[in-house]
């Protein structure tokens, strides 16, 4: 799957470093809809996860897997060297590929959130590469 971030900024769409969370998102995905597990299990952004959702965030293009909303966001944050311990909130793709200059290992994790009912899960991480 393309990243339209990665790709708007030049950087490798998926590089080698890339850890994929889709498994696991199938599997909590399937728990819900088995009934092993309630949507307020899964649907619990963090305020500032939603806000960046619907502030920040790129579209997913594709609806929510919980409320099949439209609103499904992919938001990035990046930790590394002299960021903030909880990270930066990326809301420019340009502003990757400007990291990714910087000196220091920087890890990039992608997230996708539904403003609406808050379903959020972890979809990759993987350290930034220098463009
Ligand atoms: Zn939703």
């Known amino acids: 799957m393309a990243d339209p971030m990665a790709a708007a900024a030049g950087a490798q769409p998926e590089p080698a470093s890339t850890v994929d969370y889709r498994l696991v998102r199938a599997h909590v995905l399937h728990r819900?809809?088995?009934?092993?597990?309630?949507a307020e299990d899964v649907c619990d952004?963090?305020?500032e996860l939603?806000?960046?959702?619907?502030?920040?965030?790129a579209a997913a293009g594709e609806p929510c897997p919980v409320c099949e909303g439209?609103?499904?966001s992919l938001v990035s944050?990046?930790?590394g060297p002299r960021l903030p311990?909880?990270?930066r909130c990326i809301s420019h793709a340009a502003e990757i590929a400007k990291l990714a200059r910087r000196k220091g290992r920087f890890t990039?994790?992608?997230?996708e959130v539904c403003p609406e009912c808050h379903w959020n899960h972890l979809l990759r991480s993987y350290v930034l590469q220098p463009c």
Not at 32 to 38: E, I, P, Q, R, V
Not at 108 to 111: A, F, I, K, R, S
């Open 32 to 38: 819900l809809k088995s009934g092993s597990w309630a």
């Open 45 to 47: 952004a963090h305020p």
């Open 50 to 57: 939603v806000r960046a959702g619907r502030e920040v965030g």
């Open 70 to 72: 439209g609103s499904l």
């Open 77 to 79: 944050y990046v930790f």
């Open 85 to 87: 311990a909880h990270g």
């Open 108 to 111: 990039c994790y992608e997230v």
